[in-house]
């Protein structure tokens, strides 16, 4: 075969893939709600007490109730992310340390986007983990990304007022 017929064919073969990606139907995007209006126990499952003594927690919060912009009596330390993730996962030791350091003084929350996935658009995170500081009127008053070292956690919340 003769290097003129080959180039025909790899031509022949370009323009036909071409014809097929540009006949195929575009996608429409999706209406996506002016609000979303999640339950409360959509937010991220509670663990109960009993549980919560009984080993490492499966990063599950120790109360998730309160939508992020309501208020509550504690600032609130939410940790967006899921259960199955590495970097998720490093951080939960460090949620750990914080729900009982500051027990009664700090509400630490972790809402798994992968068991709700509404919740990545009502906490606004495209990139887990995502940490979001509420202060005590439910006003967010910092956000960071990715894995976070607890002495560095602690020196924001000095920073911000929210612990001594």
Known sequence: MSKAWKIGIVIALVVAIGVVIASRPSREPVDEPAELQPSADAIAEVTPPEEA???PSEATPESAEAAPE???AL???VEV???SCVPCKMMQPVLDQLRSE????LEVVMADVWKNPEL???YEVRTIPTQVIYDSEGTEVFRHIGFWPKEEIEAKLQELGIID
């Open 102 to 105: 500051y027990a009664g003084r």
């Open 75 to 77: 600032p609130r330390f």
């Open 81 to 83: 992310g899921a259960a």
């Open 120 to 122: 990545g658009q009502l």
């Open 53 to 55: 003594s009984a080993g």
């Open 70 to 72: 309501e208020a509550t």
